[in-house]
């Protein structure tokens, strides 16, 4: 591979870089200018750590299209391994984005758009996840290192599970029945808050409110969004309905097959017997079947109550 200065092979370069694990460096590495030599070493570290790197300053000795090349692979790396997705959109408009591979970038924006949403724990609202699923299969550049194709492939499965909400809890409900698991596997579980949201729920269906309050207020201050969020909320809504408490209304943002749970039992509240004959009339449709919830047959029924779901009626969701 030629050294000179506009004679470097970059997309080879990058091709060995990002592939799978190399024992050793090939025999033109020692060549390289010591800059760019010494910033490669980083990044072979960083991809094998799953770190970031720091972005590369390019010398006056090496070719103009250094920079936007070393920026390609920078980004890559933020888009992969950073510890927060939002991390990317720093580092993108630090970048030389005109010298960018534009279907490179697609790709990236792709990655960070995807584990934004799975980081959250939901899909939130006016944000399609079949949108995004269907630009995975048209993306034109796929990453050539094994460990990113699985990271992509991971989240368009997590994607998939996000658009369908009952599987997602029913996945979690299935763990979250007494007695309270030392491990925890569903997704819903596995996020920030999940394993407290989950012993709240066993609590709750023991019949243990006080407790299951408690944890669930402890998830809600720790968490600001998503569906963690959103059960812990019902949850609590669930206690405070049972113990005469006034009621909040529902947080931004909240899932919107989950905010007729709480709407409703505020409606319960305000006027109780008119509910009860609208809930009888009423039309049950594009909610959470709350029997899927890890919930007593009693808060099952409150529920149900809520949404106008009459006892023997299926619930319809589009």
Known sequence: MSTGTSLLNFSAIRDWLISASQDEFPQWFRCL????????????NSLFAKTTAPRFTP?????????????EIWLMLMAFNATAPAEFAAAL????????????????RWVCTARQLVEVGQLEEGCHGESLIADYQILKWRPC??????AMADLVAKLRQLIDLEVMVAEWAAEAI?????????????HTGGRELTESYIC???????????????????TQSGLVRDLAFLVKTIVRFKNNLPLESPPPGMHRKMEPFITGIIALVAA?????????????????????????????????????IPPTCAVIND
């Not at 006056?60 to 070393?70: F, I, M, N, Q, Y």
């Not at 408009?93 to 697609?106: R, T, W």
């Not at 309270?180 to 596995?190: G, T």
């Not at 709350?290 to 919930?295: A, D, E, G, Q, R």
């Open 93 to 108: 408009g630090a970048s030389q984005q005109s010298q960018l591979d534009p279907e490179i970038l697609k790709t990236l």
């Open 204 to 222: 709750a269906r023991q019949h243990r409110f006080g407790n299951a309050y408690t944890m669930a207020e402890f998830v809600l201050r720790g």
């Open 145 to 150: 290192r094994p460990e990113w194709v699985v």
């Open 272 to 308: 109780p017997k008119t509910n009860i004959i609208n809930q009888r009339l009423a039309q049950p449709a594009n909610v959470l079947d709350p029997n899927i919830l890890p919930l007593h047959q009693n808060e099952i029924a409150l529920l149900r109550r809520a949404v106008g």
């Open 33 to 44: 200018d010591d800059s760019l030599r010494h910033w490669l070493e980083q990044v072979r």
């Open 59 to 71: 010398i006056s000795s090496l070719p103009p299209t250094t920079g936007g090349w070393a920026d």
């Open 178 to 190: 007494p007695p309270m698991r030392i491990v925890l596997q569903s997704h819903i579980a596995c």
